[in-house]
């Protein structure tokens, strides 16, 4: 099973959609034997609490329900996760600094939206009702692309 850590700073708005988001691409193709996902904050401001009500009520608009209690980044997580996605450079940065040689695979989460790799996701929390929608849409479509390089790359694995 390939195990796939979604990261942004204070895990309520961005890395929990993109958690919610790619096991929804994983449960449409009933590939939830082969994937786990989960996601945190590489700060600590927010453990314990749900999602962002905007970023949630913006995805039940989409057709999507998650839960999600917020959660620092462990050290642990660098050997136990096979993917980590951060968000954006800055979380990217963090990352490297705090396990600069981990197991995992480190990709920026745009990586995987064509187009668009090397750049970051926008932080919608101090934004309006429209930077939830960009952000649904881009993550949707990213996490689509992940799972299906993560499919891809399972084929022509050794």
Do not use: W
């Not at 749900?50 to 989409?62: F, L, Q, T």
């Amino acid at each position: 099973m390939k195990k796939v850590l979604f990261v942004c700073l204070g895990n309520i708005c961005r890395s929990p959609l993109a958690e919610a988001l790619f096991n929804k691409h994983v449960a449409n193709r009933g590939l939830q034997q082969e994937y786990m996902a989960d996601s945190c904050g590489t700060a600590a401001y927010h453990i314990g609490e749900e999602p962002d009500p905007r970023s949630r009520a913006n995805a039940r608009a989409n057709g999507l329900e998650y839960t999600h209690r917020a959660r620092q980044i462990g050290l642990a997580d660098f050997d136990e996760f096979d993917y980590i996605i951060p968000m954006d450079a800055s979380n990217m940065a963090n990352l490297q600094l705090l396990h600069p040689n981990p197991k995992a695979t480190l990709k920026l989460m745009r990586d995987f939206d064509p187009g668009h790799e090397g750049t970051n996701v926008p932080d919608p929390y101090f934004g309006g009702e429209r930077g939830f929608q960009e952000v649904f849409e881009l993550l949707d479509r990213a996490t689509a692309a992940l799972l299906e390089h993560l499919q891809q790359t399972k084929k022509v694995g050794p």
